[in-house]
């Protein structure tokens, strides 16, 4: 997938740039790079090393460096055949311009600091935890593997409810609406199916090429999972 990558050098540490530029390049092809922000010879340096576009022409208005990247992003958006951008920031400046992009139907992942504010996380589309992606301690609150395992009943049952069985692709989709900082990287797993795998109460099928999410025929199991789901349902509406 074309990509495209900003960075906010305001929030973002120089040493961390390598990790967020080889992370994309693991799964999209990255046609555009750029990053913002006050001077810094080391960044300077990395931006070279990397061919990102260096855009630290902004003195030291931190606030400009941000007005500047919105812009970019903007333009590139709408002028640009890209069919993913991803924003490295923590700063919750960036959140008017999630709104557009979000109106505009654009494909966006907020890679950013575990300790960014929750209202970022929140209405990010996606949000990547930076110490994930360079091996640091991220110390972020995520919700349970079996909160998770809930939402995944839950949203098995919905599509067989309606006579369909649920891909793993919906489920992830589902899982990231609900909770956007997701990442089966969080639980000690390198693949949502095999976090899956170990959960008792699915089993993963593929059929013509597509994984199939299925839960397993035994009343026991569907019981405990299904009065789980009801809490979660509960607690969710409990808190507004």
């Given at each position: ?13 120089a ?6 530029y080889?992370?994309i ?7 555009i ?16 090393r990397?061919?990102?576009?260096n ?25 640009e055949?890209?069919q ?31 300790g ?13 935890y930076?110490e ?8 972020a ?7 998770i ?17 649920v ?57 405990q ?5 009801i809490?979660?349902?509960r ?6």
């Amino acid at each position: 997938m074309r990509a495209a990558l900003y960075i906010d050098c305001g929030s973002i540490k120089a040493e961390d740039i390598p990790y967020i530029y080889e992370e994309i390049r693991k799964t999209d092809d990255l046609v555009i790079s750029k990053m913002f922000g006050v001077e810094m010879k080391d960044i300077a340096e990395i931006a070279e090393r990397l061919r990102i576009q260096n855009n630290m022409h902004c003195g030291d208005d931190q606030t400009s460096a941000l007005v500047a990247l919105a812009v970019e992003v903007m333009a590139d958006a709408v002028g640009e055949d890209v069919q993913k951008i991803y924003i490295a920031t923590g700063d919750l400046a960036v959140l008017p311009l999630l709104d557009k992009l979000k109106l505009m139907r654009t494909n966006v992942v907020v890679i950013g600091p575990c300790g960014a504010d929750r209202v970022l996380i929140d209405n990010s589309e996606k949000y990547t935890y930076l110490e994930i992606i360079n091996g640091g301690e991220c110390t972020a609150e995520i919700p349970s593997a079996d909160e998770i395992a809930g939402r995944i009943y839950s949203v098995s049952s919905y599509y067989n409810g309606m006579g369909e069985d649920v891909k793993l692709e919906q489920v992830y989709k589902s899982l990231i609406r609900r909770y956007p900082d997701f990442d089966v990287r969080n639980y000690g797993y390198s693949s949502l199916s095999t976090f899956i795998e170990e959960i008792d109460n699915f089993d993963l099928q593929k059929v013509n090429n597509t994984v199939i999410v299925r839960l397993k025929e035994d009343n026991g199991n569907k019981k405990q999972v299904t009065d789980f789901a009801i809490a979660c349902v509960r607690e969710a509406g409990s808190r507004g």
